[in-house]
């Protein structure tokens, strides 16, 4: 069996973007040729490696065996490409990672200043909800991910790289902001808008609320820091967020109000995760040695 490293990238273009059209787009060949192609791969391989239902691309299962095979080498090949590099004196490369929707917040500062440091380097950011990152962490998609509670099921090396507080918000004009040693049970009648379930910040949340046997009246659940902030200021109800989605101090005053509850803000984490046993590119392990060295809040 013959496959070049040129159609392995092909089909793996075609696994990522579940179209022939797209893989075309990616490889900068036509669709024609996309197409003759990735037939002569699925005639190298001898079974069928996709079926098109709906215009959309999905893989048996002899094609998502070949598209993990393949993201494999070609990882391999360019952690390759950049230790040359690294021995010639040069940081190239891409860096791929994946982060939960609210490290954006904060991500760009830190992608910022590594940046600077390497120049010429390219960064594929996939900024996602936890279960999105999740996804792409099962398949190995990225170098690194970032979230603020890693899954139990899945053999990871982790490091704690920065606090990611949980505060208590409010309408700015909410009769309780400013007052000090605020009591869980002071607010059973107030309406929370929270988080979706199987966000890390819900999930901090939910144990916490448990372990204080808090019940709170959830009035709406969100995917969406913004819409939060907005629904909160708007008089909608209280709702736990991350201080990082709050933006300046400046900023979030004119929007919401910070509660002074007592246990709060609530202690969590930013952790950056990659598979165990994993052999991290140069730039990846860069990027984890410089995040241990930033000055983070």
């Given at each position: ?19 022939v059209?797209?893989a ?30 709906a215009?959309?691309?999905h ?22 490409g950049?230790k ?5 004196g ?10 939960v ?22 960064v ?11 996804l ?20 990871l ?10 505060v ?19 607010l ?21 609320f448990k ?12 995917g ?7 629904a ?56 984890s ?5 930033e000055?983070?809040?």
């Amino acid at each position: 069996m013959y496959i070049s490293f040129r159609q392995m990238r092909l089909f793996l273009a075609l696994a990522e973007t579940g179209s022939v059209s797209g893989a075309a787009r990616v490889m900068h060949v036509t669709q024609p040729t996309a197409s003759m192609q990735l037939r002569e791969i699925t005639r190298a391989v001898g079974l069928p490696l996709y079926e098109v239902i709906a215009r959309r691309v999905h893989l048996t299962e002899v094609g998502l065996e070949l598209a993990r095979t393949v993201r494999t080498m070609v990882t391999e090949w360019e952690a390759f490409g950049q230790k040359v590099d690294a021995l010639q004196g040069l940081t190239r490369g891409q860096l791929r990672l994946a982060v939960v929707s609210t490290a954006q917040y904060f991500i760009p500062r830190l992608l910022g200043s590594f940046c600077k440091r390497y120049p010429d380097i390219d960064v594929a950011l996939q900024v996602l909800n936890r279960d999105g990152v999740m996804l792409r962490m099962r398949e190995n998609l990225d170098d690194l991910y970032i979230m603020s509670q890693p899954p139990a099921d899945i053999d990871l090396e982790d490091r704690v790289f920065m606090g990611n507080p949980l505060v208590v918000i409010a309408p700015p004009k909410h009769p309780l902001v400013g007052k000090p040693h605020i009591r869980l049970r002071d607010l059973r009648q107030e309406l929370f808008i929270l988080r979706e379930s199987g966000s890390g910040t819900r999930m901090s949340v939910d144990q916490h609320f448990k372990k204080t046997k808090f019940s709170p009246a959830v009035r709406l659940e969100l995917g969406s820091n913004e819409a939060i902030r907005e629904a909160v200021s708007a008089g909608l109800g209280l709702s736990v967020l991350s201080a990082h989605a709050l933006g300046t101090a400046a900023s979030s005053a004119r929007k919401v109000g910070i509660l002074a509850v007592q246990g709060f803000p609530l202690p969590s984490q930013w952790h950056l995760v990659w598979h165990k046993g994993k052999r991290l590119s140069p730039l990846a392990m860069a990027f984890s040695e410089h995040l241990s060295r930033e000055d983070t809040p």
